[in-house]
T-cell receptor, first 112, second 113 residues
Framework: TQLLEQSPQFLSIQEGENLTVYCNSS?????LQWYRQEPGEGPVLLVT?????EVKKLKRLTFQFGDARKDSSLHITAAQPGDTGLYLC????????????FGQGTELSVKP | KAGVTQTPRYLIKTRGQQVTLSCSPI?????VSWYQQTPGQGLQFLFE???????NKGNFPGRFSGRQFSNSRSEMNVSTLELGDSALYLC????????????FGEGSRLTVL
């Protein structure tokens, strides 16, 4: 059983469309991170959300942490081909050093 | 400043062989952690080292081992390679305070034939 369940697993859309990726769990977390990984590279941190109900914006990306701190969403407005990549949610287990637990990821393809 | 450097980037081995992968963290970072990424299992935590001590370990067999040197550089070793060990092995470094951002290298892609 995955600690973090991401959906959808795959998403193929046209440039200009909007999309939402979900990251759900039955556990409560003190914080949650979103990473993006492009082919041939390692994951890069996009944002960390720490407060229940928190909303953070990064240009066309909007991240939300659920009120109960069990789930999170990533919304992309007017997707661009440059948004193509693997989006991963992750939780850092603070009481276990640098142990980062990842969701399975959402593979996003934005076609021009 | 220089990022996390992993070597080699690509390698091919045969079943039964062993492999050693290297990771140089960002200068000043004392924590190095290793992850295995496969299409089926995604990104899975292998182990984490801080100040030359293994601080945390994932659910991998004993064939997977690692170490960290006094300059924070780390190596991981996989012995008696199996076909299922084919994966992208990612190293990440952090300051090591237990919180904050992990910086990942580009990974070492291992293919076992």
């Amino acid at each position: 059983t995955q600690l973090l369940e991401q959906s959808p697993q795959f998403l193929s859309i046209q440039e200009g469309e909007n999309l939402t990726v979900y990251c759900n769990s039955s556990s409560v977390f003190s914080s949650l991170q979103w990473y993006r990984q492009e082919p041939g590279e390692g994951p890069v941190l996009l944002v960390t959300v720490v407060t229940g109900g928190e909303v953070k914006k990064l240009k066309r990306l909007t991240f939300q942490f659920g009120d109960a701190r069990k789930d999170s969403s990533l919304h992309i407005t007017a997707a661009q081909p440059g948004d193509t990549g693997l989006y991963l949610c992750a939780v850092l287990l603070y009481n276990q050093g640098g142990k980062l637990i990842f969701g399975q990821g959402t593979e996003l393809s934005v076609k021009p | 400043k220089a990022g996390v450097t992993q070597t080699p980037r690509y390698l091919i081995k045969t079943r039964g062989q062993q492999v050693t992968l290297s990771c140089s963290p960002i200068s000043g970072h004392r924590s190095v952690s290793w992850y295995q990424q496969t299409p089926g299992q995604g990104l899975q935590f292998l182990f984490e080292y801080f100040s030359e001590t293994q601080r945390n370990k994932g659910n991998f067999p004993g064939r997977f081992s690692g170490r960290q040197f006094s300059n924070s550089r780390s190596e991981m070793n996989v012995s008696t390679l199996e076909l299922g060990d084919s994966a992208l092995y990612l190293c990440a470094s952090s300051l090591g305070s237990g919180a904050g951002e992990l910086f990942f290298g580009e990974g070492s892609r291992l293919t076992v034939l």
